[in-house]
């Protein structure tokens, strides 16, 4: 039993931190180095969570003390180039990539940053009819337009869905820094309408949970969404789009409407499940600290009673992997390694 950053207690099965301790004597770095680096990846990462960093805190993630928490194990990722599974963070996932060879310096030239982009969009499998290999090159060539010009594709709507901690977000950020097409993202756009709206009808403004936001305010909510991604569609502009999409990727006929509308503009519509394990996604949801999660947190078990793990959009649809966090580790590197190459 160990101690996690969250102050719970739990078993990590198949954690090796002595596996942390060998990639920082590996690249040479003292704890307080390692400390130093972390939190500079951290911050060029945009990664919330990763405080101070010091000699104590990382030695208690060598020794097994303490169990680093998600942002701390994205930063580790990044500062060794190396995945959860290669660090001892846990067991590799049946098929899953462990080794990520790729050193991103300003002088490459050998396509080693593009290998980087596409191991991180090998998560997006098939989920049921779309072909994933045509989406993958879709969103490659993308990509490489944006230092060459010329798109000889139609425009996408990208629907990301997926349950709270999945890491929709975080995929549909990447997908966006590839591309450079907009993100429509629900609980930034829709916040500051939806919090007074719950509070002048006489409930909570983080209320997620109740019957009066679920058919009050929902549907107001996701209206408002769409709206602002039809007025890409009608300008023929390609969208990220994400929220959890749990009823409209289950509704037939809902999902039907939009590929309609969308198609009598030309655009075509691309929708995302985002598969996570439910430990992974109680501990993002435990760590990114937001109010309407609070609900979620205390009744935990009757929060999962409306989990299904086996859920997934009604149409042709595709698919990430990002159970133990392994899409999101590889997007990570993704971005490290493009980051690193002049556009």
């Known amino acids: 039993m160990v101690q996690t950053e969250d102050h719970g207690v739990g078993k990590r099965a198949g954690w090796r931190p ?24 951290a911050e060029q990462a945009g990664l919330k969570g990763v405080p101070a960093a010091n000699p104590q805190t990382l030695s208690q993630h060598e020794t097994g003390e303490s169990y ?7 930063a580790y990722c990044l500062l060794y180039r190396a995945t959860e599974p290669s660090l001892g963070f846990r067991p590799a996932l049946p098929g899953e990539e462990t080794n990520f060879e790729v050193t991103p310096l300003p002088e490459q030239r050998n396509g080693s940053h593009v290998i980087a982009v596409e191991r991180a969009l090998m998560r997006i499998s098939d989920g049921q009819g779309f072909d994933s290999y045509s989406w993958q090159q879709r969103v490659m060539e993308a990509w490489k337009r944006r230092r ?42 829709t916040r500051p309408l939806v919090e007074p709206l719950l509070t002048a009808l006489g409930s909570q403004p983080h209320d997620r949970h109740t ?11 996701y209206a408002a969404l769409m709206q602002a991604v039809y007025s890409h569609v009608t300008c023929g502009i390609s969208t990220v789009v994400t929220a959890p999409f749990i009823a ?10 939009l590929i309609n509308r969308c198609a009598s503009h030309g655009v075509d519509v691309a929708p995302i499940w985002v598969q996570c394990d439910v430990e992974s996604m109680h501990e993002y ?22 989990v299904d793990l086996d859920l997934r959009p009604a149409v042709p649809h595709l698919v990430v992997d990002n159970r133990m966090g392994a899409a999101i580790s590889l997007a990570d590197q993704a971005r490290q390694a493009v980051g690193a190459v002049p556009a």
Not at 24 to 41: I, K
Not at 159 to 182: C, D, H, I, M, N
Not at 285 to 305: T, V
């Open 68 to 74: 680093p928490g998600p942002a701390y194990r994205r």
């Open 248 to 257: 409209e990727l289950t509704d037939t006929q809902w999902m039907q409407r």
């Open 18 to 41: 002595d596996k942390l301790r060998e990639h920082r004597e590996a690249h040479g770095l003292t704890l307080e180095e390692s400390g130093e680096q972390l939190r500079l990846v």
């Open 148 to 189: 060459t010009g010329g798109d000889p594709h139609r425009p996408c709507v990208v629907l990301v869905g997926g349950y709270a901690g999945s890491g929709k977000t975080e995929f549909a950020r990447f997908l966006t820094q590839l591309t450079g097409w907009p993100l429509v993202d629900k609980d930034p756009l």
């Open 211 to 221: 019957e009066l936001y679920r058919t009050k305010v929902r549907p107001a909510e």
């Open 285 to 306: 949801i435990s760590h990114r600290g937001a109010a309407r999660d609070a609900w979620k947190l205390e009744r935990w078990d009757e929060y999962l009673e409306t």
